[in-house]
């Protein structure tokens, strides 16, 4: 009851800013395309991974303008684009939802528990973590395809299990090095945040009465650390996203279709004879979609700042 | 010990750190990999990967050879040793040696990333703090406004309308680092690279054309990488001079009867740069990124041409080539931590409680 009265009072302080609705409203949009994706645009061929919709002959090479049929039209390779917006925005929920919770939850196990036990585990925990700053996620794809994806066939190159392991998992190479690289800003901040409370007097009436140090971390300190981490998750869900499509850019295999789509036409859009909206109908879709699943998350995550952040409170 | 050479010699300290732990890091990946298919990162030059089967005899002795049965701590310091050597492997893809191509295109992104931050670092610190001074105000909005905008445009959207405006639209600028007649001079006019960043070498060598030339091809990148770059500057400068100036000494510095922009920029910038520097040096990692993305899309053949070629070449033929994305994967750490290194001295020069003690001993 107490948690739900909670609950309602932080909602209630989040909607009271206008731009946290609108923030809401969009993601709203992209959640309800992404669960209604099958009956928006279904999917031709069952067998096919769903994303991606060949209509039309491939032979054509050139991007079709919307008709009636087409919302959208096609992209060079004969893509509808209107099934690779509404299937992308259900990839781009899962990579979101499922990097940023695995590294949140890395992060701050990594952060909280070396800032409680303090010490040399302190000192190793950060350093690992700002040697990890030092590494750009880019990279981690590079090298995690290069070793373990690669096209040779078995009988020349020996193959390793990983990627089969994985496979099992649900997971893609692209979300696992987003995972390992995601982490760190948790860990400082989870880090930070429980330095400073530890000494406080609950946490020390707490030890008095016995309480072992995983008691007081996880059922004293960590609810009261959860609020600015649930913000960063929020800002970072739209920059995984807009980081997978930039993986496309480098032909390092981003798994959300309108990074994959804008990647493989970026010669067509720029358009022809010099006017940049001559294929409008591919461009202008993909791109507002990144842009505003973005700039949505980043307002929710500033609207969430304010409500669930005690000094801000009016 | 001054505490600015304290300071200095600590942070340089951490390059070596950081880098036998990013190094041990990726070699523990590329442990996962067996031994048979590691055997390819040690081929001879010029053996064709399409040549060698999985049961070759060659890689059987190239495993004995390399000692790729070792336990890790070992290959680790084995393959440590060779790095620091130079002995970066041999990109069966680029058909290269991976480090000194790497090296060859260092000074491209080099002068990319100079130009970008001379235009991004002051800009950015000045929007910052003028719309931290006038909180509130109309400028203050408009600076918010298109900051935020700026930083959730991602960068390739960003470079995209850059060509469509610049390059497909108006036709001011051109693609690539130098257009193909300034390449023939260069060939002919017995062109000395004294720096390897065009726009300097063509003054050194009195052809401030190609000076130009160079200006207008980096026109663009420059440009793509700095919006980015400077939405996030002003952000983190506005966010500290703010703070700076809810302090007391500020209001003294006013009651003093100190003009507005003495107590601005003599006392609260000042102070607040050294937040501002340690905060920019979080977001060095995805400069880098934001650095190679630019590269790849205006066809500025920087560093990232090594992986890019890499990468390319090795799917279209399908050959197994980590030895130039591991080598990209260690320069790249390398060129972060330099960065942070440069962070780390201007804070030495702009720290008056380093700076001060240190001129007076």
């Known amino acids: 009851m107490n948690f739900l009265r909670r609950l309602a009072y932080t909602l209630r302080r989040l909607f009271s800013r206008s731009q946290s609705v609108i923030a809401a409203l969009i993601i709203a949009a992209f959640t309800l395309a992404a669960l209604a ?41 004969q893509y509808d684009v209107f099934h690779a917006l509404v299937w992308g925005a259900r990839n781009a929920l899962r990579l979101g939802f499922v990097v940023a919770i695995v590294s949140a939850v890395i992060g701050t196990l990594v952060g909280s528990i070396s800032g409680y036990a303090g010490g040399w585990l302190n000192g190793i925990a950060m350093r690992l973590s700002d040697a990890f700053l030092a590494f750009p996620a880019v990279i981690g794809v590079l090298v995690f395809t290069r070793l373990f994806y690669t096209d040779s066939p078995e009988w020349m190159v020996p193959p390793t299990p990983i990627p089969g392991l994985l496979a099992d998992l649900g997971l893609n190479p692209v979300m696992v090095t ?95 004879n010099g006017n940049p909206l001559t294929y409008w109908w591919m461009a202008v879709p993909f791109t507002v979609a990144l842009i505003l699943f973005g700039v949505a998350w980043s307002m929710l995550g500033e609207g969430l700042n304010e409500a669930l952040n005690p000094r801000s409170r009016r | 010990m001054p505490p600015a050479v304290l300071f200095l010699l600590r942070r340089l300290l951490l390059v ?60 680790y310091l084995g393959w440590l040793g060779r790095l620091v050597q130079g002995d970066w492997g041999w990109s069966l893809a680029a058909r290269r040696e991976v480090l000194p191509y790497i090296l060859a295109r260092t000074p491209v992104t080099v002068e990319l990333l100079l130009y970008a931050s001379l235009l991004f670092m002051p800009v950015g610190l000045l929007t910052g703090t003028l719309a931290a001074a006038r909180r509130g105000s109309r400028f203050d909005h408009g600076v918010q406004l298109i900051t935020s905008i700026g930083t959730s445009i991602p960068a390739f959207v960003m470079a995209l309308l850059m060509m469509a405006v610049f390059y497909i639209g108006l036709r001011w600028f051109p693609l690539d680092r130098i257009s193909d007649s300034s390449k023939i001079v260069m060939d002919t006019i017995d062109f000395q690279a004294h720096t390897g960043l065009l726009t300097i070498d063509g003054l050194l060598n009195g052809r401030p054309d190609i000076t130009l030339d160079a200006l207008r091809h980096l026109a663009m990148p420059a440009f793509t990488l700095a919006i980015a770059q400077w939405a996030t500057v002003s952000r983190i400068s506005r966010t500290f001079v703010n703070e700076e100036l809810g302090k007391d000494y500020i209001t003294v510095a006013h009651g003093k009867g100190l003009k507005q922009r003495m107590v601005i920029w003599r006392h609260a910038v000042r102070n607040a740069l050294v937040p501002i520097l340690t905060t920019s040096a979080l977001s060095v990692a995805s400069l880098v990124t934001t650095l190679y993305l630019v590269e790849v899309l205006f066809n500025f053949h920087g560093v990232s041409d090594v992986f890019l070629v890499a990468t390319s070449q090795a799917a279209q033929f399908g050959t197994f080539d980590p030895a130039p994305a591991l080598g990209f994967a260690v320069y790249t750490v390398f060129i972060v931590l330099m960065i942070m290194l440069v962070l780390d001295i201007l804070q030495v020069l702009v720290d008056p409680r380093l700076r001060e003690r240190f001129n007076r001993s």
């Open chain 2, 16 to 75: 070596p750190v950081t880098l036998l732990i990013i190094t041990a890091a990726l070699y523990a990946i590329v442990m996962l990999v067996p031994p048979e298919r590691r055997a390819y990162l040690y081929l001879p030059p010029k053996v064709n990967p399409m040549d060698v089967l999985a049961d070759d005899p060659l890689l059987q002795s190239l495993i004995e050879q390399h000692h790729l049965r070792d336990p890790y701590p070992v290959q």
């Open chain 1, 37 to 77: 994706a099958p009956v928006l645009s279904p999917p031709r061929d069952p067998r096919q991974p769903p994303g991606l919709k060949i209509v039309g002959r491939q032979s054509i090479g050139v991007p079709q303008p919307p008709t009636a049929d087409l919302r959208l039209g096609t992209t060079s390779e």
């Open chain 1, 178 to 272: 987003l995972m390992t690289f995601s982490w760190m800003p948790y860990a400082r901040l989870s880090n930070a945040t429980i330095q400073q409370i530890k000494h406080a007097d609950y946490v020390l009436a707490a030890r008095s009465v016995g309480a072992r140090p995983r008691r007081i971390l996880f059922r004293h300190l960590l609810p009261n650390i959860s609020a600015p981490l649930i913000v960063l998750m929020a800002r970072d869900m739209g920059g995984l996203v807009i980081l997978d499509a930039a993986f496309s850019f480098f032909q390092l295999g981003g798994t959300v279709e309108w990074g994959q789509l804008l990647a493989s036409n970026r010669s067509w859009l720029l358009g022809a």
